[in-house]
Antibody, heavy 117, light 106 residues
């Protein structure tokens, strides 16, 4: 089964940016990858998704002005960059592929991003 | 935004007992609802998709039911590895998640 491996934890200052990577064992041209986050004690929140082959994206309204999702097909890696970080962006960030039935499965192991001055 | 409300927040049961978890949507999501299991420090694992279909490799003790706004996840006989947090997720209207139900050992 496909596996997703995310980059390691990050500590950032407010106002800066973070770029999290998600490397897959394989992607197909039509693969979709979701990005989500979970702050401590909070429910999961959808950030957006990218279609790996075409590179087109769809961002949640709450993140549209601050997020960018890209991919590098030569390394089977997708990236999520979040700009103008705030302390409330502190969370575990997950990538997840969209399976053929349209559901997020499997997920990466998560990346803790801490935003603190 | 579709709000998913899960109940109870915590379920205290013993191995071998039956667990019944509820997820209610603020508006109809048809059958575009899934259930995930999450253990501490681990990524969520898909259990049930499209309200009642077990994902690949998921044991038969897990079952899902419901449509529209009311959904149920049932674990027929709890195994030690089933003690975890379960959350529901809809993709009918954008993507949202429930707040989770923690199934803990009594």
């Amino acid at each position: 089964q496909m596996q997703l491996v995310q980059s390691g934890p990050e500590v950032k200052k407010p106002g800066t940016s973070v770029k999290v990577s998600c490397k897959a064992s394989e992607f197909t041209f039509s693969s979709g990858v979701q990005w989500l986050r979970q702050a401590r004690g909070q429910r999961l929140e959808w950030i957006g998704w990218i279609v790996v082959g075409r590179g087109n994206t769809n961002y949640a309204q709450n993140f549209q002005e601050r997020v960018s999702m890209t991919r590098d097909m030569s390394t089977n890696t997708v990236y999520m960059e979040l700009n103008n970080l705030r302390p409330e962006d502190t969370a575990v960030y997950y990538c997840a592929t969209v399976n053929r039935l349209g559901w997020s499965d499997p997920w990466g192991q998560g990346t803790l991003v801490t935003v603190s001055s | 935004e579709v709000v998913l409300t899960q109940s109870p927040g915590t379920l205290s049961l013993s191995p071998g007992e039956r667990a019944t978890l509820s997820c209610r949507a603020s508006q109809s999501v048809s059958n575009y609802l899934a259930w995930y299991q999450q253990k501490p420090g681990q990524a969520p694992r898909l259990l049930i998709h499209d309200a009642s279909n077990r994902a690949t490799g998921i044991p038969a003790r897990f079952s899902g039911s419901g449509s529209g706004t009311d959904f149920t996840l049932t674990i027929s006989s709890l195994e030690p590895e089933d003690f975890a947090v379960y959350f529901c997720h809809q993709r009918s209207n954008s993507l949202t998640f429930g707040g989770g139900t923690k199934v803990e050992i009594k």
